[in-house]
């Protein structure tokens, strides 16, 4: 009786390279089983946030349950979990393929194999998950569905013989793919009969109804009024609420062995449905928790500090929010002189830093003082001590450095032929050390390049991508720490160094980032009643000076009848603007000023 | 307290490449304008005190000869128009005829204001005017013989590209005609005009501040003193319209986009007229809303008294701004007071709170901290 409710499930999530049609493959998955009627389908329907409708990109997996009746005449439940396709998320992948037994592998028909598509597979097969390959876009032009097979064949190994070739655009042999999920990905295994053992693979807050596990559930059965237990902290709840995902919340009667679905059990506090923790029956305990998921390590910190100092509590509130939908985010207080208080934050890396504070300052309305992001150096003191350092502020002196070391990332660029002189160029540029470079079958270039993290935290992946007209992938890996000739580059407004625009940079390229800092700030910083001398110095010396001119006139030439409403306007917004500004020293600073230090040439 | 009577004629030959105000080409809804105009005046308060009326534009002088004529008559007819009343009409160089100028000045219109601009013909094509400063200055001689005595020039300066010299070089020749009055105003750009459109040098600040200190020192070599941050009179001279804006005193503005301010019910009152013509006759004659008011708190009022009147050179008058709030000025703004003076922006006497020369000009600076 189980078995064969178990035999009808099927548990997979899509995986790709970003920008090979994984939202669009699920949208039409979704149309086409009815979930969903047509008349309320919107694109990307799976990503509900406004970000990643904007930009096209998927940054919070999602899970969909489906009912397909198959060709064999019985109908099946097929759980979808759209996962992210960038590097920055693959923590956030890797967490979601613990909860299916099969994954579908989107690759554009004209793009071919790129370097997520492989990192992507690999966690797959770490997974012992069934790939299923899908040659997506073959509806475009450029399409060359036999040369991508080919490449999936050689560079995966996986057997491409029937693999649907798709148009997820126009629905194009989309029901192939129901159908081979059926046939290839296996159902799940578990006991509903055996203790409850659930794997909480993704949590979020609800206003209403708490903290929302979203588990995958191996043994046993769960269902409200269950008594269930944390077992990573202990804690126990009782279940109010459990369901499944259509996408929007359905309430059902219980979730068992091999569903996925959700728990909702008034938990107040964020903290307590940690991801990777296993759910169990309180009253009837399973002997052993799963492994859970390896903690993502932040690679990339900056200090975030809210515009209004008053939001300080609205900031600390938001960055809980936010961790329990992402466990990945790290967070602790910091004070800056500069900038009052604030959290230093860590990121997986760029982008994710990016997508944090466009979330802070979006669903959460709170504006936001970023500074320059840092790596961690390890740092080696004459007293024989050793320092992780994340900020640049708490450098200590020269004098107590015996070395200092920064960290190395092997980055792996895939680009077509013709670019790989200008990007060769810049990794150049950013003290890169070349490793080797594969000629791939298509035009494509493998390059491998070792890099200083510290050099692609500020603008190397756009860089990267004007430079291949968007062309060129990039991955990067940690590859140890090594000794560097590095310095503290501090900056000096009217004369007192601003804490929060400190940053370490290699000896070699100070001066010019030290330039580009000043001349950067010069133009970011509004006129203010007296001259503002801007400096960039290393220890004591001075390497790079700008003026900020006084200003002189800041009046309305005209104010008549009609303008008096104008005019008062203008003033509120200019006072508004005023409210914003940092108060450094003498010198007020506008945020923008603090992302000056962000942008480089190149 | 007399009310001051702003009337807005919305019509223009043809629109200039700065102006970002409501003016529409002269057509064939002028004279229904002139009616709605004068059925407007209905809607106020029979027998105010009005003390100065203002016909601005737009360009008043596109009208024909009687319009501003019968629109004084009905205005006289409704309110109790002051014996001394100013009676001004804007009037661009181009449109004015001795007959318009004798049909006005027989009415009771006593005092012109001309948009001159430039003295320079090449800064008048690009500013798009339709005159040349030879037009410009033959226009003033007909006011002249016309009778009338207190004349006022618009003069632009900044323009993209112009010298402190060549601005000098333009406030002479247009202080030599011997007008009694002079707006200088500094050309700021404004976002959907056409010369936000054109490719020109960026404006420099300093050259503004330096084009402003020597219109100072040559108005004074003629006789005329800076009373406000952009206009200059001989004594006596100033305008009185526009100083009751500076003092915040009540106003009825009539016409499409005309704004106006009083007291009502004991409320501070602002008040706006819907900007589309079509609206506006339709409003007035038929159906729709009109204006759009809004009452002003009396802390915001405060600050509109300080903000209007830290424009003129004589400063805030503290008796009359005790009088009107029931708030002694010194008292309640001493933070942003002993500010403004310890960065020498501002003065303070027993009478007024004045701005310094170097205070009008970073106005706005001075004014965010009355803010707080």
């Known amino acids: 009786m189980n078995n064969e409710r178990m035999d009808l499930i099927r548990n997979f999530s899509i995986i790709a390279h970003i920008d090979h049609g994984k939202s669009t493959l699920a949208d039409r998955l979704i149309e086409l089983t009815g979930t969903v009627q047509t008349r309320d389908m919107e694109e990307q329907i799976l990503d509900s946030m406004d970000l990643e409708r904007e930009r096209g990109i998927t940054i ?543 | 307290m007399n009310t001051a009577l702003y009337i807005h004629i919305p019509f223009c030959r043809q629109k200039c490449s700065y102006c970002s105000f409501v003016s529409a080409p002269l057509d064939k809804r002028a004279p229904a304008v002139i009616a709605a105009l004068k059925q407007e005046m209905c809607l106020y308060p029979k027998n105010t005190k009005i003390d100065t009326v203002f016909f601005g534009g737009g360009t008043p002088s596109v009208l024909e000869n009687n319009a501003l004529p019968q629109l004084l008559a009905a205005a006289r007819e409704r309110f109790i128009l002051s014996e001394n009343s100013e009676i001004t009409a804007e009037a661009n160089p181009e449109s004015v005829t001795p007959a318009l100028l004798a049909a006005w000045r027989a009415a009771g219109i006593n005092r012109l204001s001309f948009g001159v601009q430039s003295a320079n013909d090449e800064n008048l094509r690009l500013l798009g005017r339709l005159h040349t400063f030879v037009e410009a200055k033959k226009a003033i001689r007909y006011a002249r013989e016309a009778g009338f005595e207190h004349i006022n020039a618009d003069l632009i300066y900044n323009l993209p590209g112009q010298s402190t010299a060549a601005f000098e070089a333009d406030l002479h020749a247009l202080l030599a005609l011997g007008i009694d009055h002079l707006s200088c105003y500094a050309l700021s750009i404004e976002e959907g005009t056409p010369l936000a459109e054109m490719p020109l040098p960026i404006q420099d600040e300093d050259i503004a501040v330096e084009q402003w200190m020597s219109a100072g020192r040559i108005c004074a070599q003629y006789g005329l003193h800076r009373y406000e941050v952009s206009n200059y009179a001989k004594p006596g001279a100033q305008c009185r319209h526009n100083l009751h804006y500076w003092h915040n005193d009540p106003y009825f503005g009539l016409g499409p986009a005309a704004h106006g301010a009083r007291r009502a019910n004991g409320c501070w009152l602002r008040t706006a007229n819907v900007p589309d013509i079509n609206a506006y006759l339709q409003a007035v004659f038929g159906e729709g809303t009109l204006s759009q008011s809004t009452q002003i708190g009396r802390e915001e009022e405060q600050f509109e008294s300080i903000m209007l009147e830290t424009r003129t050179t004589e400063g805030l008058r503290l008796a009359a701004f005790e009088a009107r709030y029931g708030v002694r000025f010194t008292e309640r703004y001493k933070t942003a007071i002993d500010c403004a003076c310890a960065q020498g922006l501002a003065t303070l006497s027993n009478t007024h709170f004045a701005l310094t020369e170097r205070g009008l000009l970073l106005q706005n600076r001075v004014l965010l901290s009355f803010m707080d």
């Open chain 1, 60 to 602: 919070k997996s999602r899970s969909v349950r489906m009912q397909y009746p198959a060709s064999d005449g019985k109908t099946y439940t097929l759980n979808l979990i759209d996962t992210p396709g960038h590097v920055d998320f693959i923590y956030e992948v890797s967490r979601s393929l613990a909860a299916c037994e099969g994954a579908v592998l989107v690759v554009d028909a004209s793009q071919g194999v790129e370097a997520q598509t492989l990192a992507n597979v690999y966690l797959a097969l770490d997974n012992d998950l069934e790939i299923l390959p899908v040659i997506n876009k073959v509806d475009l032009p450029g399409a060359m569905p036999e040369r991508v097979k080919t490449e999936i064949e050689d560079q995966i190994g996986l057997d491409t013989e029937g693999c649907p070739e798709i148009s997820a655009k126009t629905g194009l042999n989309v029901g192939d793919v129901l159908e081979q999920i059926v046939s290839i990905v296996p159902p799940p295994e578990g006991d509903t009969e055996a203790p409850l053992k659930a794997l909480i693979f993704d949590s979020y807050y609800d206003n209403y109804k708490g903290a929302v596990s979203i588990v995958r559930v191996l043994d046993g059965q769960c269902a409200a009024g269950t008594r269930i237990r944390m077992m990573g902290s202990g804690k126990e709840f009782d279940v109010t609420e459990v369901g499944y995902f259509s996408p929007d919340l359905v309430a059902c009667e219980k979730l068992q062995a091999g569903e996925v679905g959700y728990i909702v059990a008034s938990i107040k506090n964020v903290a307590d449905t940690r991801v990777g923790d296993t759910i169990t029956d309180a009253r009837r305990p399973t002997e052993e928790a799963l492994p859970g998921y390896k903690t993502a390590t932040p690679m990339v910190f900056c200090g975030i500090y809210p515009a209004d100092r008053s939001e300080h509590s609205d900031l600390r509130e938001a960055l809980e929010k936010l961790q329990l939908n992402d466990a990945s985010i790290s967070f602790e207080p910091e004070t800056s002189q500069a900038l009052g208080s604030g959290y230093r934050c860590g990121f997986l890396g760029l982008l994710h830093m990016e997508i944090i504070q466009e979330r802070l300052e979006r669903e959460f309305d709170l504006d936001l003082v970023t500074t320059a992001p840092s790596v961690i150096y390890r740092i080696y003191l004459t007293d024989g001590t050793e320092i992780y350092l994340d900020n640049p502020t708490n450098l200590p002196p020269v004098t107590e450095i015996e070395v200092m070391e920064e960290p190395m990332v092997k980055a792996t660029i895939i680009t077509p032929e013709t670019y790989t002189g200008t990007i060769m160029e810049l990794c150049q540029q950013k003290r890169g050390v070349f490793l080797d470079m594969q000629y791939l079958d298509s035009g494509r270039v493998t390059i491998h390049y070792k890099l200083p993290l510290n050099e692609i935290v500020y603008d190397f992946f756009d860089a990267l991508k004007s430079r291949s007209r968007g062309y060129a992938s990039f991955d990067y890996e940690l590859a140890g720490y090594e000794a560097s000739d590095l310095v503290k580059l501090d900056i000096l407004l009217n004369g007192d160094v601003c804490d929060a625009l400190s940053i370490i940079v290699h000896r070699e390229r100070a001066y010019a980032r030290g330039r580009s800092i000043a001349e950067k700030l010069r133009e970011a910083i509004p006129r203010q009643q007296f001259e503002i001398p801007i400096q960039a110095a290393i220890g004591g010396k001075i390497i790079a000076r700008e003026t900020v001119r006084a200003v002189r006139k800041d009046v309305l030439a005209k104010c008549y009848g009609g303008d008096i409403t104008r005019k008062k306007k203008l003033l509120e917004k200019q006072k508004e603007g005023k409210k914003r500004m940092r108060q450094i020293g003498s010198v007020e600073l506008p945020s923008e000023a603090f992302l000056a230090v962000l942008k480089m040439d190149n």
